[in-house]
Each structure stands twice: as structure tokens, then as C-alpha cells.
């Protein structure tokens, strides 16, 4: 299969919670490798906030990029560059529904949670909050220097295992190194000999965050 068929446009983009017209916010879901939309998606039902929407686009072939996400960058293109792409239009398809990005989360699981990152890292905003469940920035090296702007104070959770076979802690604390050096407000929890997976912590931190986030619209309001 070529490059370009296996890159994320026209990929579907599923939706729960409230229509975007009645949504006091969004949260934009990024699912792991070999997982799809609808298994994050699921996710949502344990945050106890259907007022928000929640839209989780599909990778191509369940994956956002082929090689481990501390390959060399060029080994992951043109998969990594289409996913983060694939991101921005949603970020930007929200906004023209009078959803800034103030009012959105983005949050990921292990290979979406390296997206939800690498993401934000590449396109600082004020964002409602950013949430890493089990991932870092991508890249075989990664360094301050390679980014620049400010995230504004944006909260971010970044969770993970001490023991993960795929995160390395050493890549989780670099990771949190560098957005912290991009102006986010950033909590980070390692959990000692956890499994490749999403615990009851990380989903009451998920609760408080988007409980902060979300907020009644008033009529009219705009971006």
C-alpha cells in the first residue's frame, strides 16, 4: 500500500455527547495503535459530563504512524505529519462551531497520547486542558530548543508506568521537562508497576480538569 493511502484524510470522525451547537466545550479523543475511534471514545462515558462533546477521529489502518514513536522522525512520515494535520482540523472544525480552544481538551492513550503531546507542543495555544495517558514527545530525541511558543498555562496531565514496555519513563519526564518549558501548567503521576493501561487516578484528574474547563456558554458567544 503507498504512503499517501495510508495517510488520515477522509478518515471518519465519530462523535459522542452533546451536538456541537449545544456543547459547553469539547474534548478531541486520540486512540492508541491497533485501538480505534470507538474504543476511546468509550472513554467518555467515565468523565460524568455529557454537556461536553466528544469526537474521536480515525487513524488509518488503527495506527498514526508505523514505527515505534521514538523512532527518527523521517521513519514515521508522511503518517505522523497527515495525524497531526488530521488534529488541527478538528481543532479547527470546532472553532467554527464557537468552540475555541480554550474550551477544548485533547487526550490521548499511549500512541494517541504521543499525538496529544507532539500536538500541542507543535501548535502552542491556550487549550482547555491536554491529557497524555501513557505517552511522550515523539521523536529519537527530542530537546527545548526544537520548540517554541507558549502554552499559556495550560493544564496538562501526563500519567504513566515506571515499568511501560512501549513509554519510557526517561522519554515521560523529558516530555514533561519541555512542556513545562512551553508555559504549561503540567501534573505528572508515574504509578509504580502499572500495566499499558488507563487507571481510576487518572480518570478522577481527567473529572477535575474538564469539570475546570467546561463552562455554560452564554448566547452568542463567539470564538
Known amino acids: ?25 469539547a474534548v478531541v479523543m486520540l486512540h492508541g495503535r491497533g485501538a480505534d475511534a470507538g474504543d476511546i471514545l468509550a472513554l467518555s462515558e467515565a468523565f460524568g459530563r455529557p454537556a461536553l462533546a466528544y469526537l474521536a477521529p480515525q487513524a488509518a489502518n488503527n495506527t498514526w504512524y508505523p514505527q515505534p514513536f521514538m523512532a527518527p522522525v523521517a521513519d514515521n512520515e508522511p503518517w505522523r505529519t497527515s495525524a497531526l494535520e488530521l488534529v488541527a482540523d478538528v481543532v479547527g472544525m470546532l472553532i467554527t462551531h464557537d468552540i475555541p480552544p480554550a474550551k477544548t481538551a485533547i487526550l490521548g492513550f499511549s500512541q494517541g497520547a504521543c499525538l496529544a503531546l507532539e500536538f ?16 511522550g514527545l515523539i521523536g529519537e530525541s527530542i530537546a527545548p530548543g526544537d520548540y517554541a511558543g ?7 496531565f501526563i500519567g504513566s508506568s515506571d515499568v511501560d514496555p512501549y513509554i519510557p519513563i526517561e522519554r515521560v519526564k523529558e516530555s514533561v521537562a519541555i512542556m513545562e518549558g512551553l508555559d504549561a501548567a503540567v501534573v505528572e503521576r508515574i504509578y509504580p508497576g502499572m500495566g499499558h493501561s488507563i487507571n481510576e487516578d487518572e480518570v478522577s484528574h481527567i473529572q477535575a480538569m474538564l469539570a475546570a474547563m467546561a463552562s455554560p456558554r452564554e448566547p452568542g458567544a463567539t470564538a
Open 1 to 25: 500500500m503507498s504512503s499517501e493511502a495510508q495517510t488520515h484524510r477522509g478518515q471518519p470522525l465519530l462523535q459522542a455527547g452533546a451536538a456541537l451547537e449545544e456543547a459547553d466545550a
Open 120 to 135: 500541542a507542543a507543535r501548535h502552542p495555544d491556550r487549550y482547555g486542558a491536554i491529557v497524555a495517558l501513557t505517552g
Open 150 to 156: 507558549s502554552l499559556e498555562r495550560t493544564p496538562v
